[in-house]
């Protein structure tokens, strides 16, 4: 385990505080900090949002989250006698600045105290308001940071209003834009392995490396937000943000540090090398595609269209498979599949960096010598594996060579045996003021360029999306995509 250092304390307000994401996700992962011993004593955490719930409705609401999404093995009552304390709630309405006057009540002598992280966990198009309400209410001084969810934004431009607004109220080192992705402890074990031995670098370029493939495989489907969902689509829901992510970290080069600053810019030099998509490269390089019926896990379950709330008109994509280029030194001609859906038949998360073959074999004919492959799980289990090749121990006649894997997952000797969740880390890593795992403005609005041309090039077509059946690997159009190139996706198994 790492060294426990309880954090300063800290104000966090939740804006959204009694929503989905809330109670789900931000709530268990602050009671697992406090479990943990990483909140500082005087830390505390304030719903906000505009229901009137008053402390004890509050309290009820986080109490039965927390019961439905805490692992049992994680719940302890004494922990919740504390965390409990540290609850309050104010009803606070975004659109009524008035209303920011009970969260200033709220945090009265607290405020110039102690830091505060305002997270806010709503529509983002209330981003904007509510910086600018918090700091006509007083509410924000330097030391202050921000939290904005995703999505930024639709397109470059609807992000430029929405880092504008925050902007307007908050220094961009205060902005803490969250990638959940990025805070998977195998998501950054993954800079470890590249940066902290000496093995991978020098063969981590196109000499060596064939092709990267990033697969986020869903078997949801809109999971009763089809309007939401529609707005969206795969591009901008996943794409745009998370598999771009992932993208930066295996593709970036050597960071001078593990500074944000240092980080970002490696990160953004690779969002910039990204080939923006002609037309004809959209279509080419591009699929889109919406489930039809089918089976999932062995359950029939409806066509995208015909879920609650669909419209039969919808052309919104469920699934996308894109070939991505790097025009760079390091990854020209590597290709780097990306590919996500819903409805899918597994649900995982992987990156699979696929070396190139040996040049020539000196094996007995008909070898199957498979090429090396750094495979990097980020759910639903973590791990990282290398695939290489090894002798297949015996007596017999000529040297019979066999896959084996081998395990880069931390032992259960050395790891707390818990990992912890991504929101875990991000969260603390706010209240500690260190956004290098965080998302800067200038990489969404490079990824929004890059995403904006494959969205424009969709718009333009006369082709409808491809059709693929629930439960599928998506259409034959996706498999197309690689096996052009002589190549095939990775299958989990
Ligand atoms: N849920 C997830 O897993 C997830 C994952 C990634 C990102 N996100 C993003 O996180 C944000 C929140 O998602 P969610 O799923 O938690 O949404 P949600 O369940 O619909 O919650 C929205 C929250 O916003 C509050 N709100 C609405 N209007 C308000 C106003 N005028 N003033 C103050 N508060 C207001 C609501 O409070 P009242 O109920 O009191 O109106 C509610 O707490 C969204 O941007 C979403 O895209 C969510």
Request: a negative charge; glycine letters at 8%; charged letters at 25%.
């Amino acid at each position: 385990m790492d060294q426990l250092t309880a954090s300063s304390p800290c104000n966090v307000v939740i804006f959204g505080g009694n929503g989905d994401l809330a109670i789900r996700k931000l709530l268990p992962a602050l009671y697992n900090l406090d479990r943990t011993g990483y909140l500082g004593d005087n830390t505390r955490v304030i719903g906000a949002s505009r229901t009137d719930l008053g402390h004890d409705g509050y309290l009820d609401l986080v109490k039965q989250g927390l019961d439905q999404f805490v692992d049992r093995a994680q719940w302890d009552e004494a922990v919740w006698e504390r965390f409990s304390k540290r609850l309050t709630y104010v009803a606070v309405n975004a659109r009524e600045p008035e209303t920011f006057k009970n969260l200033a009540a709220e945090l009265d002598q607290d405020f110039s105290c102690q830091d505060t992280v305002y997270y806010l966990s709503t529509a983002p198009d209330f981003f904007g308001e509510i910086s600018r309400n918090l700091n006509e209410a007083g509410l924000v001084n330097s030391s202050s940071r921000v939290v904005l969810e995703k999505p930024i934004g639709k397109s470059l431009a609807s992000s430029k209003v929405i880092n504008d607004g925050v902007s307007e109220i908050f220094a961009e080192n205060n902005i803490y834009r969250i990638d959940h992705y990025l805070g998977k402890e195998t998501v950054q074990n993954l800079l470890a392995v590249r940066f902290a031995n000496a093995l991978f670098e020098p063969v981590w370029t196109n000499a060596h490396i064939d092709n990267v493939q990033i697969t986020v495989a869903e078997t949801v489907g809109v999971e009763g937000r089809w309007g939401y969902y529609d707005d969206s689509g795969a591009l901008r829901d996943m794409i745009q943000n998370h598999l771009l992510q992932l993208l930066c970290l295996v593709a970036m080069g050597v960071p001078v540090s593990l500074d944000a600053d240092a980080v970002r810019a490696e990160k953004l030099k690779v969002l910039k090398s990204l080939q923006t998509m002609s037309l004809d490269k959209v279509r080419r390089n591009t699929v889109r595609a919406q489930y039809a019926a089918g089976n999932v896990g062995g359950k029939a379950v409806p066509g995208y269209k015909e879920e609650e709330g669909g419209k039969p008109n919808s052309q919104t994509e469920t699934f996308v498979a894109i070939r991505a280029d790097i025009h760079n030194w390091r990854w020209r001609g590597v290709p780097f599949y990306l590919r996500t859906g819903k409805r899918l038949p597994a649900r995982y998360s992987e990156i699979v960096i696929q070396f190139k073959d040996v040049p020539h074999s000196i094996f007995p004919e008909g070898s199957n010598l498979a090429s090396n492959k750094l495979v990097i799980r980020l759910q639903p289990e973590e791990s990282i594996q290398l695939n290489m090749m090894n002798k297949l121990p015996g007596l017999g006649e000529g040297m019979q060579v066999t896959p084996v894997t081998l395990n880069l997952t931390m032992p259960d000797h050395i790891a707390d045996s818990r990992v912890p969740e991504a929101y875990e880390r991000l969260i603390l890593d706010v209240i500690r003021g260190n956004s290098t795992l965080f998302v800067h403005r200038d990489e969404v609005e490079a990824a929004w360029v890059w995403a904006d041309a494959i969205l424009d090039g969709w718009k333009q077509s006369t082709v409808a999306p491809h059709s693929y059946p629930a439960g599928s690997w998506g259409p034959q159009a996706a498999f197309e995509l690689v096996a052009r190139d002589g190549r095939s996706w990775q299958e989990s198994n």
